[in-house]
């Protein structure tokens, strides 16, 4: 039997040999779907051979029939077991962007190319823009989250649960509620075929990256963002220098209006300028910042939030000559004296402001002063108390 299929197989050859074209299209869909267009068509494990004839014609390699990619099935019955499809043989860039990818060793299938992980069946495949596609923008989450989704995917490779963050973010709402196009969805930050960890410095969300890829829809803010310091500090190479993500949050970016997001980001601005961050505290600001109102002056409000600069650059919102077009935008009739309340005043640094170092001084001094005096006093009476009390409980 063996020798009798492998000499029908050199035949075959032989005749394709000498008429390709001839022994190829006696090989057409049609030839096959004879017998894998029977409902019940199973392999020798009872596996269903059964290939849907309409799904297959409908898509995008239906012209192209099956020997196409079953390129070694030439005889009937064939000669088991069939070779595997090798998508890459026509679609070499695709195959070697993911061999190049963090994808390459976990997608490896026995069954199957990694290629149909989100491509879907083999014998469906649509085009990319086909809104049915799995790649199509607003299915690629779903697609994605399959393995990103999968509590147990997360565990095993330590990564987060990155579907059920992006869902909620302002781009997956708007991506899956709205069906905004043009919101990012997993490959407009990731790319595709060439998925790299961030931690690879040639990904797109390597933090260096960052902004570009950001930028790639939010242009203006990244222009504005590397016109500032925090710009210009990750183009120096400052490692400590915040990137969008740092304030944003790559797979949970809220809209920046929400208290709760207010509140989160003036800490996170505090988490690199601690000094700062108190004295903002200290102040009228800061106060009712803490209480967890919105309606207040927050870092970036005297700031910006993007185009940041130093008090030394006279383009900087906190440059002199500009604080009373920052402090205007809220208080109403700004004088050169109200510019000059220190919204960081620090009672601690004596150099920089000595009257409110001596002033704090002065009062700590006089709170220490009233509290001895009194406690003191308290002692001395409340012993006087007892022993006046044990005198009257002596007497009958
Ligand atoms: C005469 C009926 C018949 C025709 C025509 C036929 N097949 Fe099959 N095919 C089978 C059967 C039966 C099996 C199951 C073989 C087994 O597992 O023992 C099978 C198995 C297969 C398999 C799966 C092998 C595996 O890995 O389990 C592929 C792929 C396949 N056929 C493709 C084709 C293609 C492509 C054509 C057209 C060129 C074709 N077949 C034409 C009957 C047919
Ligand atoms: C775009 C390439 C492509 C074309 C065209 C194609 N197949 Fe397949 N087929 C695959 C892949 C990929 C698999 C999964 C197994 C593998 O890797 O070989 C597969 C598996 C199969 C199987 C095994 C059963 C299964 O579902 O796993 C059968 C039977 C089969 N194909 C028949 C056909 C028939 C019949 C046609 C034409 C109507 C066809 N194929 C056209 C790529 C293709
Ligand atoms: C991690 C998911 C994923 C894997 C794995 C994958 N693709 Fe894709 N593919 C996509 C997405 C998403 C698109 C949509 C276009 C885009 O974003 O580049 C796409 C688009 C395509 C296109 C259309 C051309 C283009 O770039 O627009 C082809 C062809 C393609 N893929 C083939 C393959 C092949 C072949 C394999 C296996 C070697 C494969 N893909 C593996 C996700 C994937
Ligand atoms: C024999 C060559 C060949 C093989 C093998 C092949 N394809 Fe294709 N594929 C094509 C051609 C040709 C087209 C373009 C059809 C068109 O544009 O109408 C295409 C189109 C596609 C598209 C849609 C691209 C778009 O722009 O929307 C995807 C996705 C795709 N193939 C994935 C695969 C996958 C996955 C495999 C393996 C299971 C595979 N292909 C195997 C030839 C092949
Ligand atoms: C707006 C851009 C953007 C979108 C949309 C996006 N990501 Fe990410 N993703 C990133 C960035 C940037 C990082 C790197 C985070 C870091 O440095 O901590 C990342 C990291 C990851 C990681 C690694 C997590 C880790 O902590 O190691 C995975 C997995 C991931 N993304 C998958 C996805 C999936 C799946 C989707 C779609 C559901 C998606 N991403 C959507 C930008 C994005
Ligand atoms: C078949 C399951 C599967 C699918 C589908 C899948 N991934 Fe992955 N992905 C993984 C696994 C497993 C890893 C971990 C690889 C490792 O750490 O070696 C991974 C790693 C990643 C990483 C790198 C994480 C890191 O270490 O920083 C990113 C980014 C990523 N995937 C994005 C995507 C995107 C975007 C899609 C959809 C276009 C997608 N993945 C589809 C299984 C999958
Ligand atoms: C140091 C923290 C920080 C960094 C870094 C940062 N942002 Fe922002 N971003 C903010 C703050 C704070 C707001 C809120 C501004 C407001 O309330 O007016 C904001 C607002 C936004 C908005 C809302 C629209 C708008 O114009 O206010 C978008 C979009 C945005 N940022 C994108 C980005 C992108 C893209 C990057 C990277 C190029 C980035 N951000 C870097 C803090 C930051
Ligand atoms: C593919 C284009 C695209 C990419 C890439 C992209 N965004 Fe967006 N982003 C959008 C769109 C569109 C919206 C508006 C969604 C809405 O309003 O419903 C948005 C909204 C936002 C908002 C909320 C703005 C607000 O008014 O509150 C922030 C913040 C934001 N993006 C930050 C980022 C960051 C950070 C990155 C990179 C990690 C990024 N985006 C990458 C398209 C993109
Ligand atoms: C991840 C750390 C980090 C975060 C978060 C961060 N910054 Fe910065 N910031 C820096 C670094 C680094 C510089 C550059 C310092 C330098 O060049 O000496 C800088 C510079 C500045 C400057 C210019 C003053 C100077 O010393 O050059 C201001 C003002 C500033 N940041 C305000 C903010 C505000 C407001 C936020 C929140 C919206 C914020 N920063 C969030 C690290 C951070
Ligand atoms: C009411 C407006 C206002 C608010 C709110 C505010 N700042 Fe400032 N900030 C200023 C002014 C004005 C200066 C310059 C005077 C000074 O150095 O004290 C300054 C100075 C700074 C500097 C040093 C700049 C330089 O050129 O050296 C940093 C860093 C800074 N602020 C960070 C923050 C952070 C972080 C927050 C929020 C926790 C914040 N600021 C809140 C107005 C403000
Ligand atoms: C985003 C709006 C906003 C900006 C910008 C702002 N403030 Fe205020 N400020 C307030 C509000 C609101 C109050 C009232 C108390 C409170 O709710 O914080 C206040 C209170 C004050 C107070 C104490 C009460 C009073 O009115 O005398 C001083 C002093 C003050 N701000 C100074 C400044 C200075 C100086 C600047 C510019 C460097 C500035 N503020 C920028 C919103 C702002």
């Not at 039997?1 to 000499?7: D, G, N, T």
């Not at 222009?223 to 949970?252: D, E, M, W």
């Not at 207040?296 to 409000?301: E, I, N, V």
């Amino acid at each position: 039997m063996q020798k009798l299929s492998r000499f029908g197989c050199s035949l075959l050859a032989a005749a394709a040999l000498a008429g390709g074209l001839r022994a190829q299209s006696a090989l057409n869909a049609a030839a096959c779907l004879a017998c894998h267009g029977q409902p019940g068509i199973a392999d020798a494990q009872g596996h269903s051979l059964q290939i849907a004839a309409s799904a297959f014609t409908g898509s995008v390699h239906g012209a192209l029939g099956c020997p196409a990619c079953h390129s070694d099935i030439r005889q009937f019955p064939h000669h088991l077991p069939v070779a595997k499809v090798n998508c890459a043989k026509c679609h070499a860039n695709e195959g070697s962007q993911l061999r190049g990818s963090v994808h390459a060793a976990v997608m490896r299938n026995p069954a199957a190319p990694a290629c149909l992980n989100c491509h879907g069946s083999p014998h469906a495949i649509l085009p990319v823009r086909d809104p049915r596609s799995p790649v199509y923008p607003l299915n690629l989450p779903h697609t994605c989250g399959a393995c990103h989704g999968n509590p147990k995917l997360a565990k095993k490779y330590g990564l987060p649960n990155v579907y059920s963050m992006y869902v909620d973010s302002i781009h997956g709402l708007a991506l899956t509620r709205d069906g905004l196009l043009v919101a990012a969805t997993c490959t407009s930050c990731h790319g595709s075929h060439a998925i790299l960890s961030h931690t690879n410095p040639a990904s797109p969300t390597a933090r260096a990256h960052v902004p570009a890829t950001c930028g790639k829809c939010h242009a203006g803010i990244e222009a504005k963002y590397f016109r500032g310091a925090h710009g210009q500090a990750l183009r120096a190479g400052v490692g400590l220098a915040p990137v969008c993500i740092n304030c944003h949050t790559a797979h949970s970016i809220s809209n920046v209006h929400t208290a709760a997001w207010q509140v989160k980001t003036t800490a996170k601005c505090g988490s690199c300028h601690a000094r700062r961050l108190a004295t903002y505290h200290d102040t009228f600001h800061g106060q009712v910042t803490q209480l967890g109102f919105v309606a207040t002056a927050r870092c970036w409000s005297c700031h910006r939030a993007h185009q940041i600069l130093p008090a030394s650059d006279p383009k900087s919102s906190i440059a002199r000559a500009n604080l009373p077009a920052t402090c205007g935008q809220c208080h109403g009739r700004v004088t050169s004296g109200f510019t000059s309340y220190d919204p960081h005043a620090d009672p601690g640094n004596r150099r920089r402001y000595p009257a409110l170092y001596y002033t704090a001084r002065f009062m700590n001094l006089l709170l220490l002063g009233v509290f001895t005096f009194f406690g003191l006093h308290t002692v001395l009476w409340f012993s006087r108390s007892m022993s006046e009390w044990t005198v009257r409980r002596g007497k009958p």
